[in-house]
């Protein structure tokens, strides 16, 4: 028996459609449905994806639709439609297009899927998260965004090059925003429980925190055009497994403090336990000064943004 009944994803561009397939490879719910403005784009990949079924084996069911009344009774809501800033658009301006995007989804989910958990990956994530609650208006448990486990899968990435190892034997956690004042916690990472200061040189592992906080940008670079999906994707379906099995993992994302880590009333990449119902547990770990101040940092980010979008029009 399958683990949720409905999965809904939301947008259906590279992100969407790389995380429905992977979705439906995981076979954990009965049907994963995948939404999009632009008539015919879910329907299209929907249906492609279905028919790899019975070559890899799934019995998921994938479904693509234009309306939002296809997330009714959704046990998951995975947020992934949004606008890429682009040449010219300011910071300001991101934030209210994507608000907009963001409002209408959570304004649906609110209508159609109120009992869901949802999972915000539209960027910037800690605000829009954040953003996506307050419209939606559900419990802060239930909606939480992809931060941490995406930069921890490139800073694992980069630490098992660097060392020769498996990467499945590097542990790392990744706090505060996700982007340029995001936190690599070395304290918290190792190789087998073998820390990292002891395997690395700090010039190397400063080169790598710094990859790591540059991870996106450098393969926008690469590719000329878009970004990336595969390393997100894989990070998406890795939260949304853990909600299906109700596997009580420790993950960093970002999740709404109140009270934690000195903070109140903001979302931001922090440990939690996750389970069927969310986030279960706000996990508080020693950071160093320096990690604390970085950490700082991190969180006067989001709330600068924050207030950006509150002085937006509407």
Not at 123 to 143: E, I, Q
Not at 197 to 214: S, W
Not at 273 to 278: A, D, F, I, K, M
């Amino acid at each position: 028996m399958s683990a949720l009944g409905k999965v809904a994803v939301l947008g259906a561009g590279n992100i969407g459609g790389s995380l429905a397939q992977r979705l439906a490879e995981l076979d954990i719910a009965r049907e994963v449905v995948l939404l999009d403005i632009v008539d015919g784009l879910p329907q299209g990949k929907a249906l492609d994806i279905q028919e790899s079924g019975p070559i890899l084996g799934f019995s998921t069911r994938v479904t693509g639709s234009t309306s939002l009344d296809a997330l009714a009774g959704a046990d998951v809501v995975v947020e992934t439609a949004g606008l890429a800033r682009k040449p010219g658009m300011s910071r300001s301006d991101l934030l209210e297009k994507n608000a907009a995007i963001v409002r209408g989804h959570a304004e649906a989910v609110r209508a159609h899927a109120p009992n869901a958990v949802v999972v915000v990956v539209t960027n910037p994530v800690d605000v829009m998260t954040y953003y996506f609650r307050k419209v939606s208006g559900l419990p802060p448990a239930r909606v939480f965004g992809e931060s941490g486990t995406l930069d921890a899968g490139r800073f694992r990435s980069f630490v098992a090059e660097a060392l020769h190892v498996a990467p499945r034997d590097v542990t790392a956690f990744v706090l505060g925003t996700h982007g340029d004042t995001m936190v690599p916690i070395l304290s918290l990472s190792s190789v087998s429980g073998v820390p990292l200061a002891k395997l690395l040189p700090p010039d190397r592992l400063a080169a790598i925190v710094e990859r790591t906080k540059q991870g996106g940008g450098e393969i926008v670079n690469l590719l000329k055009t878009g970004s990336a999906f595969y390393a997100p994707t894989a990070s998406q379906a890795e939260l949304v497994l853990a909600i299906a099995q109700d596997a009580h993992r420790l993950l960093p994302v970002a999740a709404h403090l109140n009270g934690e880590f000195g903070e109140k009333d903001v979302y931001v990449g922090v440990p939690v336990v996750l389970g069927r119902q969310g986030v279960e547990r706000v996990v508080e770990v020693d950071l160093s000064p320096a990690e604390r101040s970085a950490f700082a940092q991190s969180v006067a980010a989001v709330r600068s943004d924050l207030e950006i979008l509150a002085k937006a029009p509407g």
